[in-house]
């Protein structure tokens, strides 16, 4: 979100993009967890948003991991337009394997960057969601209700916790 700003500051146009299913907090707006927001367009499907994004200096992309595969050529068509494109996802599910598009975007972009959590039990990093509601269904939207950022080893003792 500071990125996005910082384009519109420098007078460049930015179109923000994120997946129609994701009403947890805004349908319009992108919402961090701390409540800063930024307006957005809800898409169906990535094709939504080379159609949405003509004329764009930046595109910015939320919730990357809940788009179909189509993500990865949609933002090389847009970068091999000179389009700067910036996305935004969860890398890993909650059972700790790769996500959706996000790897292959990891793969192919110029630049990457990882942020982290704070891990709620231990304080260490965080790179893992563990899913603390149960269920078995890959797209469960939900927050801190839903999920809890922690890191490898409390997320290994919770997984372990949970076959017991």
């Known amino acids: ?70 993500l990865v050529d949609v933002c090389t068509t847009l970068a091999s337009y000179g389009v700067r494109v910036i996305v935004a ?10 996500f959706g598009p996000v790897p292959y975007l990891m793969a192919c972009a110029e630049y990457v960057s990882k942020v982290h959590a704070i891990c709620v039990n231990c304080g260490d990093l965080a790179n893992f969601s563990y899913r603390r509601s149960g269920g078995t269904r890959l797209v469960e939207l939900g927050a801190s209700d839903t999920y809890q950022a922690v890191c490898r080893s409390c997320y290994d003792q919770l997984r372990a916790n949970e076959s017991k």
Do not use: W
Not at 4 to 17: D, G, S, T
Not at 44 to 65: K, M, P, Y
Not at 89 to 98: E, F, I, Q, S, V
């Open 1 to 70: 979100m500071r990125r996005l700003r910082r384009a519109r500051i420098a007078q460049q146009k930015v179109e923000i993009f994120k997946p129609i299913i994701d009403r947890r907090y805004s349908d319009t707006e992108v919402v961090s967890h701390d409540s800063n927001a930024i307006r957005c367009t809800p898409v169906e499907s990535s094709g939504n948003i080379l159609l949405l994004s003509s004329d764009t200096d930046v595109v910015g992309i939320d919730e990357a991991q809940f788009f179909d595969n189509g």
């Open 89 to 98: 996802g969860l890398d890993m599910d909650y059972t700790g394997k790769p």
